[in-house]
T-cell receptor, first 114, second 112 residues
C-alpha cells in the first residue's frame, strides 16, 4: 500500500525565518507530486506541482524539490510571514496499478509567530 | 470566474437519511474526484470519474454513490449505509487524470 509521510506534524517558528517541510513516499513510480495549503475549515489550495521528470518548482517564496530515487520532496518557504500559517499537505499521484487519485500525507501544521 | 463550487457548505443529516453533496466545475476538466477528510487522517479517495457517464470506486466507496451525467457536475450521495458519515468532504477536478488537481471549498457533513 502506497504511503505518504510528512514530517514534522507541527512546526512553530518566528516570523522571517526560512523553513523546510518534508514529505516522503514509499513508491518511486509516480506521475507527479503536488503541495497544497489548507486553512482551517477551507478547501485545498494548490501551491506547486512537480512532474516526475522535474527536480524542482518555484513560485514566489516557495520552492519544492523532488528526489524520486530516495522517495522525498521538500517544500522550502523563504522569509516566512504570519499569513503563511496553515496546514501544508503533500500528495502523490502514483503511476502503478489501482485507482487514480492522489495519495495524501497527514500534513504539517505550520504556525508563524509575529 | 473559473473554479469548483461545492454546496452546501454545512449539511446536517439525520440517522437513516440519504443526502446529496453538490460539486460543479467550470474549468472544462475531464476528471473529477471526491475525497473525505477526518481529523488526524489524510484525505481518502471515495470515487473518481475520468469521463462523463463513467466513474470508479476509490479506497472508501462503501456507503456512497455518485453520478456523472454532465462534464461539469459530479454529485455525491451519502447513503444510510454509511455508518460514520460525519466528515469534511472535498471535491476536486483536473484537466486529465494525471494533471494538477484543484479543489473546492468543501462541505462539512454532520449526523444529528
Amino acid at each position: 500500500k502506497q504511503e505518504v509521510t510528512q514530517i514534522p506534524a507541527a512546526l512553530s517558528v518566528p516570523e522571517g525565518e526560512n523553513l523546510v517541510l518534508n514529505c516522503s513516499f514509499t513508491d518511486s513510480a509516480i506521475y507527479n507530486l503536488q503541495w497544497f495549503r489548507q486553512d482551517p475549515g477551507k478547501g485545498l489550495t494548490s501551491l506547486l506541482l512537480i512532474q516526475s521528470s522535474q527536480r524542482e518548482q518555484t513560485s514566489g517564496r516557495l520552492n519544492a524539490s523532488l528526489d524520486k530515487s530516495s522517495g522525498r520532496s521538500t517544500l522550502y518557504i523563504a522569509a516566512s510571514q504570519p499569513g503563511d500559517s496553515a496546514t501544508y499537505l503533500c500528495a502523490v499521484l502514483y503511476s502503478g496499478g489501482g485507482a487514480d487519485g492522489l495519495t495524501f500525507g497527514k500534513g504539517t501544521h505550520l504556525i508563524i509567530q509575529p | 470566474d473559473g473554479g469548483i463550487t461545492q454546496s452546501p457548505k454545512y449539511l446536517f443529516r439525520k440517522e437513516g437519511q440519504n443526502v446529496t453533496l453538490s460539486c460543479e466545475q467550470n474549468l472544462n476538466h475531464d476528471a473529477m474526484y471526491w475525497y473525505r477528510q477526518d481529523p488526524g487522517q489524510g484525505l481518502r479517495l471515495i470515487y473518481y470519474s475520468q469521463i462523463v457517464n463513467d466513474f470508479q470506486k476509490g479506497d472508501i466507496a462503501e456507503g456512497y454513490s455518485v453520478s456523472r451525467e454532465k462534464k461539469e457536475s459530479f454529485p455525491l450521495t451519502v447513503t444510510s449505509a454509511q455508518k460514520n458519515p460525519t466528515a469534511f468532504y472535498l471535491c476536486a477536478s483536473s484537466i486529465m487524470s494525471q494533471g494538477e488537481a484543484f479543489f473546492g471549498q468543501g462541505t462539512r457533513l454532520t449526523v444529528v
